[in-house]
């Protein structure tokens, strides 16, 4: 069985997810209900994955519907239209998956858990499969009420 993470080491990611996206996406987002996940992804997806070290270890997975990743993207480069994900738009989401777990450090350093982020690793695709030595939990992050991406969040204290 894989260890569970402590729900306290959850707000953190969404407080940072949603501070990022406000000032960079220029996106207000709302959090819906957190829940068990698997890292199952029928539908054509961008993710961004990063590694977490230190007196933490795990990964966190931004898990982006394809069309709202293009919306992310365009949105992040002042509004030039996005019509597919190319070099420039999936290093733009990159360094937004940067953005968010640089914050999210800096949270956890605030309360004495200093984590290192690796880089961001950006895939997409349909019917892709990962896995992790770590129970993940699914939050969804709301636009509208909609869900508009998901986090999974797989860490654990070291």
Known sequence: MKPAIDVNYINPFLMSTMSIFESMVQTKLGVGKPAAGELKFENSMFIIQVGITGQMKG???????????????????????VEELDEISRSALGELGNMIMGNTATLFSNQGIIIDITPPLSMSGNKLILQADIQSIRVPMLLEGEEFFSIYICVSKN
């Open 59 to 81: 990964q966190v997975l931004l898990v982006i519907p394809q069309e709202n990743a293009k919306k992310i993207a365009s949105s992040m480069m002042c509004g030039m239209q």
